[in-house]
Antibody, heavy 126, light 111 residues
């Protein structure tokens, strides 16, 4: 059974870069047709999609975060990563790594998340 | 403000049925498939419905989904106290902004 585990600093200073890693167990990160992604949830608020990366390296990022986000895959370590630059207090959230399913049928998209990590809390504060 | 609109809260008695609505536009729900998630306090969300009306393995048939035009609905029958949670709808948005978008979430209370 595929499992995801987030890791990284729980505290980041304003203006610095948030870096998280998601370790994949129970499966290979380089299997074809797979996607990997990140979603976050600020305290007391709803879910916010950050972005995803496909098995072929194609990335999709949230328009509101695109200028600050990078998602990458390290097949040798079977993990993928999130980097978010120039963080502010508004980036304080629980960050979930995810395994979304994303397919297109012509112009129609199906995109849903069927595997979630347990989440890791990141606080941005000096 | 969320791209998709859900009621902030709904409530119903144990054993009853409840529906949660999710309203969007032609560029998201109107064009793409909808999914639904349940989030129990302090835990990660869990997929309940995908592709508008399909249930993943292990999700009981008490949970159902439908889509009509630019709106979607999650139905839960035979409510249990353990169903108290936050529920989110999600779908792909095909506008220039693009990406996965969510509703603001609906808190279900079973009283």
């Amino acid at each position: 059974q595929l499992q995801l585990q987030e890791s990284g600093p729980g505290l980041v200073k304003p203006s610095e870069t948030l870096s998280l890693t998601c370790t994949v167990s129970g499966g290979s990160i380089s299997s074809s047709n797979l996607y990997w992604g990140w979603i976050r949830q600020p305290p007391g608020k709803g879910l916010e999609w950050i972005g995803s990366i496909s098995y072929s390296g194609t990335t999709h990022y949230s328009p509101s975060l695109k200028s600050r986000v990078t998602i990458s895959v390290d097949t040798s370590k079977n993990h993928f990563s999130l980097k978010l630059t120039s963080v502010t207090a508004a980036d304080t959230a629980v960050y979930y790594c995810t395994r979304p399913s994303h397919r297109t049928f012509g112009l129609v998209h199906t995109y849903y998340v069927d595997v979630w990590g347990k989440g890791t809390t990141v606080t941005v504060s000096s | 403000q969320s791209v998709l609109t859900q009621p902030p809260s709904v409530s119903a008695a144990p054993g009853q049925k409840v529906t949660i609505s999710c309203s969007g536009s032609s560029s998201n729900i109107g064009d793409n498939f909808v999914s639904w998630y349940r989030q129990l306090p302090g835990t990660a969300p869990k997929l309940l419905i995908y592709d508008n009306d399909k249930r993943p393995s292990g999700i009981p048939d008490r949970f159902s989904g439908s889509r009509s035009g630019t709106s979607a609905t999650l139905g839960i029958t035979g409510l249990q106290t353990g169903d108290e949670a936050d529920y989110y709808c999600g779908t792909w948005d095909s506008s220039l902004s693009g990406g996965l978008v969510f509703g603001g979430g609906t808190k279900l209370t079973v009283v």
